[in-house]
């Protein structure tokens, strides 16, 4: 059974991309938060470069999925070095031990939509122009040319540039979650959001996952993993509050606006669907009632 590396195991798309690989793969993850995974885990802080090449050398795998790594915007405008530490940081370490200890092992990194910056047309497909707005997509996009450099060194890689994917688990850095706490605390029925009208493509982590294991056996590329439709937050957030069953009133909040915010952004699907004939399974509808009744409890599940 050949071997597969999860780092960021103590994430939120980790434990569900667990799920679908350990059917057919002997599954481990390295975390930094202290989690008990239920698997085999490593505590590993992956910006350690002398942890990670003794670990890397002790330690083999067929396949690695790097989610490890911070992965809010929010957090990246407040602490750029932090963003930048972590997320090349992480990434060259591991690359350089798979030069020196394993260089057959296949990379998977989770890079981002937004490095795609603001769009030039939609929908958004792989060859459309890169242009980072902020410390996290930057730091994404860096990773990227880093990965693309080591192929001279017989690394195998795929990047994957996932678009907005939402589930059961998601931190309150995020827009769904973060409005499903407001819905249910309210007390006079109002609500202060940012900009409703704004468009964006949303895919369910379930599927996101699953699409992450059919690109285990890709050639090396960069490949995008949208729903490949854009759904307003408006009508996001009507769906939230029709499950709520409550009268609620949403306010703007200046301080939720972001500048130079694209009003419409999603992605192009065709490139990966015409190699691996991935669909999506779950409609938004599906995902947000999903999410909406599991948000009080601990843990995700399908």
């Not at 690989?21 to 002997?26: R, S």
């Not at 992965?71 to 020196?100: A, F, G, Q, W």
Request: charged share 25%; aromatic share 14%.
């Amino acid at each position: 059974m050949k071997k597969v590396l999860i780092t960021g195991a103590e994430g939120f798309v980790a434990s569900f991309l667990y799920k679908v690989l350990k059917e057919k793969y002997d599954v481990e993850g390295t975390y930094f938060v202290e989690k008990d995974l239920g698997y085999k885990s490593y505590k590993l802080d992956l910006t350690d470069k002398k942890n990670v090449f003794e670990f890397f050398e002790k330690n083999s795998y067929d396949f690695i999925f790097h989610l490890a790594g911070q992965s809010s915007t929010k957090v990246s405008l407040k602490d750029p070095y932090l963003t930048y530490n972590v997320n090349i940081n992480s990434t060259l370490n591991i690359l350089e031990s798979l030069r020196l200890y394993q260089s057959k092992t296949k990379f998977i990194f989770i890079s981002t939509s937004d490095v795609y910056g603001l769009p030039k047309y939609l929908p958004i497909d792989e060859k459309h122009p890169t242009n980072p707005q902020n410390p996290y997509s930057n730091s994404k996009k860096i990773c990227e040319e880093i990965i693309e450099s080591y192929e001279r060194f017989g690394i195998n890689y795929i990047i994957i540039r996932a678009f907005n994917h939402i589930g059961v688990g998601q931190n309150e850095n995020f827009f769904i979650p973060s409005l499903i706490r407001k819905i249910k605390e309210t007390q006079d029925g109002k609500v202060k959001v940012g900009n409703l009208n704004l468009k964006r493509d949303f895919t369910d982590v379930r599927d996101m996952v699953y699409a992450y294991s059919l690109s285990m056996e890709l050639k090396n590329g960069i490949y995008n993993i949208c729903s490949g439709k854009s759904y307003s937050l408006k009508y996001i957030a009507d769906y939230l509050v029709k499950l709520s069953g409550k009268n609620i009133t949403f306010e703007t909040d200046e301080s939720l606006l972001r500048k130079n915010e694209p009003e419409e952004f999603f992605g192009d699907l065709e490139l990966f669907r015409s190699i691996t004939g991935y669909k999506n399974r779950y409609s938004i509808e599906e995902s947000l009632k999903w999410i909406f009744e599991n948000y009080d409890k601990t843990g995700s599940s399908f």
